[in-house]
């Protein structure tokens, strides 16, 4: 939980992600000696923060001694002395924040500064970031190492970009905060279907580009989407913590404040071209007007899917447009457009909601038993706890309903 924090603020003191790290972990690994015999102390976080940062200093001290005595040699050194920046009206006051940007440098391939950063600033295990990208782990892993490398050969700092770099390094920012609120949103893996922490980072994250960028249309989009899909929080699980569906969900209990913040920040978008993040507001936008589930716009909900998937063509972005498809024009087209996903992208079939989303079409149309074996396969497929109980509990009623259906007394072909 401390993590993202403790690294960022090291990293301000000795400009470099990787040693941040390390004695981020360093102090991690100082609380599992100590606090068994000390207890727990009433501040956990500013203990481990306080003991990274007096490595830090340590360490800086050490390089300073050694650069003294190679200039008393007469030989050439490196400046390492810490010299805190001072704050103007352009910096990043959010080491963070500043984390995210010393990540996301152009030096990085977009994939790689996704990754570290998801890593260093989300806290994320590595197979969390191989689910958020569809990839293997070995993949993700790879990307991590090297990405950390490419970081200190190249000399990159712990710094605040400006002006054109500023704006270059944007899109990978805005990425990389989206992805770590999807995992808080919706947990990969555990008992727990929220990640709350996680939301919380992200979204002030989001608001705080807002203040340093106010001009770019796609960061108040993407703090748009954040707030209305915060705002759903307190009814997307029920008292046991299982999840409850959008349609389920008790709609007094989303959060009209940040229901408000986010219509307000979709204004502040403009009115260019949206790009992926504003369009996904709007889609968010248009459950928030809903005051009933049956009340939902979902034609307009898939004509802004299907701008979406012009603006930023993804497999997970056509599998939302069939559902949007489906509720809007019926689910036998909406299985025929999942059908020519599902061909087109093979890798596909290891994602838990392909299986999902066919089986809910295949159960609308009521062909049960096809659905029971879509529902079972997502169960097998998802590493939440909460999902895969969820999607057990559908394919057993799926089972019950095509088990009716085939007795002599159902609706089934045997009971007619």
């Known amino acids: 939980m401390e993590s993202a924090r403790i690294i960022a603020t090291v990293a301000r003191i000795v400009r470099d992600v990787g040693i941040a790290e390390e004695l981020a972990q360093d102090a991690l690994v100082a609380a599992l000696e100590q606090w068994p015999r000390t207890g727990v102390p009433e501040r956990p976080g500013a203990w481990l923060t306080a003991a990274a940062k007096n490595r830090a200093i340590d360490l800086v001290r050490r390089r300073e001694t050694y650069a003294r005595r190679l200039a008393e040699a007469g030989r050439e050194f490196v400046d390492v002395t810490y010299d805190p920046e001072p704050s103007g009206p352009g910096d990043i006051d959010d080491d963070l924040l500043r984390l995210v940007f010393t990540a996301c440098h152009p030096v990085l391939s977009a994939e790689a500064r996704t990754a570290l950063t998801l890593r260093l600033v989300g806290g994320l295990r590595t197979d969390e970031i191989a689910r958020a990208f569809l990839v293997p782990e070995a993949t993700v892993a790879q990307r991590i190492v090297r990405a950390k490398r490419a970081l200190a050969k190249a000399g990159v700092e712990f710094e605040t970009p400006y002006g054109e770099e500023r704006a270059a390094r944007l899109g990978s920012v805005l990425e990389v905060i989206y992805l770590i609120f999807n995992e808080g949103y919706a947990a990969t893996a555990g008992d727990d279907l929220l990640r709350p922490g996680l939301c919380e980072d992200a979204l002030r994250l989001a608001r705080v580009l807002q203040g340093l960028m106010p001009g770019e249309g796609e960061v108040h989009g993407l703090a748009a989407l954040l707030e209305f899909q915060t705002s759903r929080t307190a009814a997307r699980t029920g008292p046991d913590g299982a999840p409850v569906l959008l349609a389920d969900q008790n709609r007094r209990r ?109 159960a609308r149309l009521g062909r049960a038993g096809e659905a029971r074996a879509e529902f079972a396969r997502a169960a097998t497929l998802t590493r939440n706890e909460r999902e895969r109980a969820l999607l057990s509990a559908k394919a057993a009623a799926a089972a019950a309903t095509a088990a009716a259906e085939e007795s002599p007394g159902g609706d089934g072909p045997h009971g007619r």
Do not use: K
């Open 254 to 362: 989303w959060n009209r404040l940040l229901i408000r913040r986010g219509f307000a920040a979709l204004e502040r978008v403009g009115t260019g071209a949206y790009g992926p993040y504003a369009l996904q507001a709007a889609i968010a936008g248009c459950h928030a007007r809903a005051v009933r589930y049956e009340d939902t716009d979902w034609r307009t909900i898939a004509a802004l899917y299907e701008r979406l998937a012009t603006v930023a063509p993804s497999p997970v972005v056509e599998l939302n447009r069939a559902v949007a498809v489906s509720m809007a024009y019926g689910p036998e087209v909406a299985l025929d457009m999942v059908g020519r996903l599902a061909a087109a992208e093979p890798g596909l079939e290891e994602y838990h909601l392909l299986p999902s989303v066919r089986g809910e079409l295949l």
